[in-house]
């Protein structure tokens, strides 16, 4: 199982923020800082501030020293040190992991709350490996195409770090809180093979019934808020530790930006909310995904999807609120 506590990276931010916030209230430049402990780097500080290096311990005792913070405060620092630099310790937990994957679990572990919407995919917690290497494969195709540097990971290997990752679900006994708005042309027949989709749906339907997630479908046609149309897909975590900040991971495509600022969070925060106010209840998602199951049964025959082969999409249209093949 994924760790319940969060991953070095998300320590390393959060012991940055209290250092940073130690030398503001002790009135001190970056400068006097390495001018008293005698560093050689002037951009050492900038780094553990900013989270950006593996912390040592007694770098970080020094200048907790220099800022005078109590012993409660010293001891609840430098085990956050010790946390943030067991990076090899952290990825044991998992039976596989890739760099593609790992950002995101890094996020994921120790979240008490995930919130996660995407307008033409299935988010990668609840892909099927079938799809989940539809989706690989495919991306992969165009970076082949762009000239792009060829992966060192296999798919098969990208595949089971995502499906890795995807435990935290059912961990016990701190499971996140996990809610995921899923547009309904991202379960349409332009996503993969009868049979990858009907395995995806089937996994959704089960997915749903857990106590600790809710799936909320958006029906392609409904409008959200005052016509308000989401331009990228998104996810907003937040943590167990009340003083880890939330964090909104923005993907862009071929680009994700994740940030911490409270007017960015405030704004994905509102658009969540329009969101599920406009898509199916929980319960009538449920009912959905199972009719959708059903329609996809006589057509999702035996196949061979090795590495996102895949038939022709099929056209579908709405007619009196229901989904039918044309």
Request: negative net charge; proline residues 8%.
């Amino acid at each position: 199982m994924p760790p319940a506590s969060p991953s070095p990276i998300l320590r390393r931010r959060r012991l940055g923020t209290e250092l940073r916030r130690l030398r503001e209230a002790a009135g001190l430049t970056g400068d006097q800082v390495i001018e008293r402990i005698g560093w050689a780097s002037a951009s050492k500080l900038s780094r553990l501030e900013n989270g950006r290096s593996r912390p040592d311990p007694q770098d970080v005792q020094d200048l907790l020293h220099l800022y005078g913070a109590d012993e409660a405060l010293r001891k609840e620092l430098l085990g956050i040190t010790e946390e943030a630099g067991d990076m090899r310790g952290w990825l044991r937990n998992f039976p596989v992991m890739t760099q593609q994957q790992r950002s995101w679990a890094e996020l994921e572990a120790g979240c008490a709350e995930i919130s996660e919407y995407n307008p033409v995919l299935v988010p990668g917690l609840l892909q099927t490996p079938g799809y989940a290497r539809v989706r690989i494969v495919s991306a992969r195709q165009v970076g082949e195409r762009a000239g792009d540097p060829e992966p060192t990971e296999e798919p098969e290997t990208e595949v089971q770090a995502r499906l890795a990752r995807q435990s935290l679900l059912t961990r016990e006994p701190d499971a996140p809180r996990y809610t995921a708005v899923l547009e309904e042309a991202a379960l349409g027949r332009r996503a993969g093979p009868p049979k990858v989709l009907h395995e995806q749906l089937e996994q959704l339907c089960e997915l749903a019934l857990l106590p600790n997630v809710t799936l909320h479908v958006l029906p392609r046609d409904t409008p959200i808020g005052d016509w308000y149309l989401p331009p990228t897909a998104f996810s907003v975590y937040r943590f167990a530790d009340p003083l880890d900040p939330e964090t909104v991971a923005i993907e862009g495509g071929f680009t994700d930006v994740m940030s911490t600022e409270a007017k960015t969070l405030n704004r994905y925060k509102v658009v969540f909310e329009w969101l599920c106010t406009a898509a199916l209840p929980a319960s009538d998602t449920l009912s959905w995904l199972i009719e959708a199951t059903g329609r996809l049964t006589e057509t999702a025959s035996p196949s061979t999807v090795a590495y996102g082969s895949a038939t022709a999409p099929v056209q579908r249209r709405r007619h009196s609120g229901r989904l039918t093949e044309r």
